[in-house]
């Protein structure tokens, strides 16, 4: 797609993959609607961003990404001051073992509820001009990490979801392209809180121990990737992003 004059919201923009997500695209000519539930941190780097790139091009709209209702107040919002909205980052997520619920609500329902929602708005079979979703996965959606494995599990979902959907049988029918980033352990919020909320005290020890070992990517890193996978627009991709390698296409195991 071509990034400059399109409009996004990204979920979980306040800090993180979804800052970077936001810099990275506004740099580029493009105008965001930042979701999250954080107020006060998205409200702090709205403030950033507008110096920088205009009060017109960024907003803020509070987002739960587990209630539907607050996921349409936002694209809403987004489309009547920046625009026809033509991507969505699906971007919000946790890393809470303990709370599994709150985990799959939040990770694989906030893709499938911005998902959906991005297909009806979207869809040329809905009136809408089509567009792009991105969901966030990880790493942990094409691979076994025994010490997340609910985490593993949303993720490993997302992935399902964006191969399905990412499909021409209903690229033709909605005019949407589903695509998938795959970023390694990126150094954000995630990977502290992850600690806190680990899957047992076992599993907590043992991340505490490989912590300093593990290769730490950045989040603009990520970022660049996300560049990547826009521009080259491949629908049902899967881009993992890992330390140390260029940022690569990870195919289905078994074609469809």
């Avoid at 979701?35 to 780097?45: N, P």
């Avoid at 509070?62 to 607050?70: A, G, I, Q, S, W």
């Avoid at 709370?99 to 911005?114: A, E, F, H, P, S």
């Amino acid at each position: 797609m071509e990034i400059t004059g399109s409009v996004a919201i990204i979920t979980g923009a306040a800090k993180g993959l979804g800052r970077a997500f936001t810099e990275s695209l506004l740099a580029r000519g493009a105008k965001v609607c930042m979701a999250d539930t954080d107020t006060e941190a998205a409200t702090a780097t709205l403030q950033q961003l507008q110096q920088s790139y205009g009060d017109d091009n960024v907003m803020f709209v509070p987002c739960d990404v587990t209630r539907t209702e607050d996921l349409k107040v936002v694209w809403d919002e987004g489309e009547q001051k920046l625009g026809y909205i033509s991507l969505l980052i699906n971007n919000a997520g946790i890393g809470n073992e303990q709370n599994w619920q709150k985990t799959i609500d939040v990770n694989l329902g906030g893709c499938m509820r911005g998902t959906l929602l991005a297909l009806e708005r979207m869809g040329v079979n809905k009136g809408g001009g089509g567009g792009i979703v991105v969901n966030i996965s990880s790493v942990a959606g094409l691979k076994a990490t025994p010490l997340g494995p609910v985490y593993t599990s949303t993720k490993h979902a997302i992935v399902g979801l964006t191969r399905s959907l990412g499909s021409e049988f209903h690229l033709k029918i909605s005019g949407v392209k589903v695509q998938s980033l795959c970023p390694s352990l990126v150094k954000t919020d995630l990977l502290v809180n992850s600690l806190k909320n680990a899957f047992s005290p076992e599993v907590g020890q043992a991340i505490t121990k490989q912590a300093n070992c593990l290769p730490v990517i950045s989040a603009e890193m990520v970022a660049e990737a996300l560049v990547k996978l826009l521009e080259e627009g491949r629908n049902g991709a899967c881009l993992m992003v890992v330390a140390g390698k260029e940022p690569f296409y990870v195919d289905s195991p078994i074609s469809s």
